[in-house]
């Protein structure tokens, strides 16, 4: 099982960006899908998640971010709008869950994708 993060990248205050995240494999089913954000320094904190038809944000995207997944796809999503210099970070997908098969052996386990960059100027 794979993740695939995309979509980072420089912009002002105020901009916006969307971030998606492909996962690959040979997946049975995703429970959670979501994203995370690491700033200089910083621990990885929560920014959203979606996870059977309910989501959940930081406190501090409420309004301005919005994550989706197509679970044909098997993609999750993340609109980022009214950008601030505070939401600078590496943007890391997590696939939650994930059940996968491999040969004769069934997994359930997380995963993480590589990280991608967002980087906000004022």
């Known amino acids: 099982v794979q993740l695939q993060a995309s979509g980072g990248g420089s912009v002002q205050a105020g901009g916006s960006l969307r971030l998606s995240c492909a996962a690959s494999?040979?997946?049975?089913?995703?429970?959670?899908m979501g994203w995370y954000r690491q700033a200089p320094r910083n621990q990885r904190d929560l920014v959203a998640d979606?996870?059977?038809?309910?989501?959940d944000y930081a406190d501090s995207v409420k309004g301005r971010f919005t994550i989706s997944r197509d679970d044909v796809k098997k993609m999750v999503y993340l609109q980022m709008n009214s950008l601030k210099p505070e939401d600078t970070g590496v943007y890391y997908c997590?696939?939650?869950?994930?059940?996968?098969?491999?040969?004769?052996?069934?997994?359930?386990?997380?995963?993480w994708g590589q990280g991608t960059l967002v980087t906000v100027s004022s």
């Open positions: 979606a996870t059977a038809g309910s989501t």
């Open positions: 997590k696939a939650g869950g994930v059940t996968a098969k491999a040969w004769s052996l069934t997994t359930t386990q997380d995963y």
């Open positions: 494999g040979t997946i049975v089913s995703i429970k959670s």
